[in-house]
């Protein structure tokens, strides 16, 4: 080859590289946030009916969510700098406070996961009904088949991540399709529509805004699916993670304050039995064959995000099982057979504890998303002030006091947010079981010696080890 085509050639190979790292960090971001954009589907609604149907304060309480978000994700960044190979906010608890502090999180993760099976198959079972009503007298046994039929699919393994990714960009191109021919339509007053609260304005605000946090869940997945990068050093690891994290806010608050403005300009309030809010928005700004694209790929995201749930649950569970390291030493704490797995390496038996579990509480709730909700805001929160509450402390060990600062506020907002859930009562059960599970674990860990790495597992689950 001639020496002035070599420089060409060098070229080319930058630019492939290059075009293979951008197709990588928006495969890994895309997947990764369907979570929380699938959390659109019933947060806003959720918001709505917290504030008894005032459309009126519906944005303020929505921009006040999306805002709490990314103080979460400020603060986030650093422990995804601090542990770039993954570990999330159980290594950050681990290391601030002792190996055995590391449950609270883990647990808190394990109820979360269930719950996100839950609220996924059930506000799926809620889109599909919304568009085919016949549906509705069978609303828990559509959402039972649905945890079902998710998490058979889980046992075929891990390659359903690229199908998240996929499922999340067509929902989010067919929202913004929906908001575009909103703009144009004319109000078509539905539903539940009030002009107060039931309290002052900020009041109503301040108490209604946690219960759609319920948006939060799934924004600190990247600090622990950064350890899915085995390609990438610690310093590609850090950048994905942090990218994912900014673009998810960016994604996930275009899309709710778009879908919040929406519903306040054409009229949606608490919808009647058997719809959703978004469903009616849709059906109200969008023809018909958009009305329907936009219900079947909401569907499909929310069982994306149980699948998601399914893969990473059981995955949680096989990293905290009893095994034989590589230096030939016993570690672990759950019985063996939670590490088996089948051909496709899916750890069946905790995907079957996970269909069973996560089957009990959609049977309990009726199939109906809006009754998991406030449960759901609180495991991911207790997670949250954990992993912040061990930030606060390497900023003040480190000297580093804007970073300490910023930490307290975090610690401040997510710890009011979760103070007011439990304050409604109910959701304080979320806190029992993940507190007792947390107790129950640790119980475990000591029996079993108190094996070192319980801080890893997180990212010991989501790199597959």
Same mark, same amino acid.
């Given at each position: 080859m001639p020496e002035t085509s070599q420089p060409g050639v060098a070229r080319g190979r930058v630019a492939v590289a290059l075009n293979a790292r951008l197709a990588l960090l928006l495969a890994?971001?895309?997947?990764?946030?369907?979570?929380?954009v699938s959390s659109v589907a019933y947060a806003i609604e959720a918001a709505l009916r917290a504030l008894d149907g005032d459309l009126g304060l519906l944005l303020p309480a929505m921009t006040l969510v999306v805002a709490v978000i990314a103080l979460v994700i400020v603060n986030y960044q650093q422990l995804i700098a601090r542990y770039p190979q993954g570990g999330g906010?159980?290594?950050?608890?681990?290391?601030a406070f002792g190996e055995g502090w590391a449950f609270v999180p883990i647990a808190a993760l394990i109820v979360d996961f269930v719950l996100t099976i839950a609220i996924s198959v059930s506000a799926g079972a809620s889109a599909m009904i919304a568009y085919i009503p016949?549906?509705? !007298? $069978?609303?828990?046994?559509?959402?039972?088949? /649905?945890?079902?039929?998710?998490?058979? &699919?889980?046992? #075929?393994?891990?390659?359903?991540?690229?199908?998240?990714?996929?499922?999340?960009?067509?929902?989010?191109?067919?929202?913004m399709a929906v908001l575009a021919f909103g703009l144009g339509a004319h109000p078509q007053p539905i539903g539940t529509i009030t002009t107060t609260a039931g309290?002052?304005?900020?009041?109503?605000?301040?108490?209604?805004?946690?219960?759609?946090?319920?948006?939060?869940?799934?924004?600190?997945?990247?600090?622990?699916?950064?350890?899915?990068?085995?390609?990438?050093?610690?310093?590609?690891?850090?950048?994905?993670?942090?990218?994912?994290?900014?673009?998810?806010?960016?994604?996930?608050?275009a899309i709710t304050l778009g879908l919040t403005l929406e519903a306040h300009h054409l009229r949606?309030?608490?919808? !009647? $039995?058997?719809?959703?809010?978004?469903?009616? /928005?849709?059906?109200?700004?969008?023809? &018909?064959?958009? #009305?329907?694209?936009?219900?079947?790929?909401?569907?499909?995201?929310?069982?994306?995000?149980a699948s998601s749930s399914f893969q990473a649950g059981p995955g949680l569970l096989k990293a905290l099982a009893r095994h034989t390291d590589a230096a030939g030493r016993s570690t672990g704490?759950?019985?063996?057979?939670?590490?088996?797995?089948?051909?496709?390496?899916?750890?069946?038996?905790?995907?079957?504890?996970?269909?069973?579990?996560?089957?009990?509480?959609t049977v309990a709730a009726g199939g109906y998303d809006q009754r998991l909700v406030l449960f759901y805001a609180v495991a991911v929160f207790l997670s949250f002030l954990a992993g912040l509450v061990a930030m606060a402390v390497f900023s003040h060990r480190e000297g580093r006091f804007r970073s300490l600062m910023l930490n307290i506020v975090g610690v401040v907002v997510v710890g009011f947010t979760l103070l007011v859930n439990l304050a409604r009562g109910e959701p304080v059960f979320s806190l029992l079981v993940a507190l007792l599970l947390a107790a129950g674990l640790h119980l475990m860990w000591v029996k079993a010696g108190r094996p070192r790495g319980v801080g890893d597992v997180e990212a010991l689950a989501e790199g597959g080890t």
């Open positions: 890994f971001a895309f997947a990764v946030m369907a979570d929380p906010a159980s290594a950050a608890t681990g290391e016949a549906l509705a !007298p $069978e609303r828990s046994v559509l959402a039972l088949a /649905l945890v079902v039929l998710v998490g058979a &699919a889980t046992w #075929f393994g891990h390659s359903g991540r690229m199908v998240f990714g996929a499922m999340t960009i067509a929902f989010i191109a067919v929202s309290h002052r304005s900020v009041l109503a605000v301040v108490l209604a805004f946690p219960v759609a946090m319920a948006l939060a869940t799934g924004v600190e997945a990247p600090s622990s699916a950064i350890a899915q990068l085995g390609q990438l050093d610690d310093r590609g690891r850090r950048y994905f993670g942090k990218v994912t994290l900014w673009l998810t806010l960016a994604i996930v608050g949606v309030g608490v919808p !009647p $039995e058997g719809t959703t809010q978004i469903a009616e /928005l849709a059906r109200i700004a969008a023809p &018909a064959p958009l #009305f329907a694209a936009f219900q079947l790929v909401t569907a499909l995201l929310l069982l994306s995000a704490i759950l019985p063996r057979m939670l590490a088996r797995t089948n051909t496709r390496h899916t750890p069946y038996w905790g995907v079957a504890w996970f269909t069973g579990i996560a089957a009990a509480v």
